[in-house]
């Protein structure tokens, strides 16, 4: 019986919340790039303003957030499983603008963590809205 518990951790855990963590993952190796729009297509920069990008990055982490926070766990914590996402997405965005004050040629700003935070409000809510549990 034991095994059958553990066997859904480990599902719960790789379902839910490896996608949140390669996600914050892929986050964090963009922000350690000094010139991270030789990554992603130029197109993104020249078009777009660096705040709408923060947003639609965080808004997918705030999503996730979402998604981990109530169906990957039990209890009190999957019940405010908005409050959580938000909560961590905001703090991870937090998190990420110290992180690249010390990324040379890159900078950190609160307005950046303001765009990052709006973001996860808006995916987390996108999110439950679009599967209300």
Known sequence: MRDVARQGVMVQVFWYWLPVALYAGTIFYLSSQSHPEEQLPPLLFEEVSDKVLHAVEYAVLG??????????????????ALLFAIVTASLYGMTDEGHQFFVPFRESSWQDW???????????????????G
């Open 63 to 80: 999503g996730l957030c979402y998604r981990a926070f109530r169906w990957g766990v039990r209890g009190q914590v999957a019940s405010q």
């Open 114 to 132: 303001l765009a990052d935070t709006t973001g996860a409000v808006i995916g987390a809510l996108s999110w439950r809205s679009i599967r209300p």
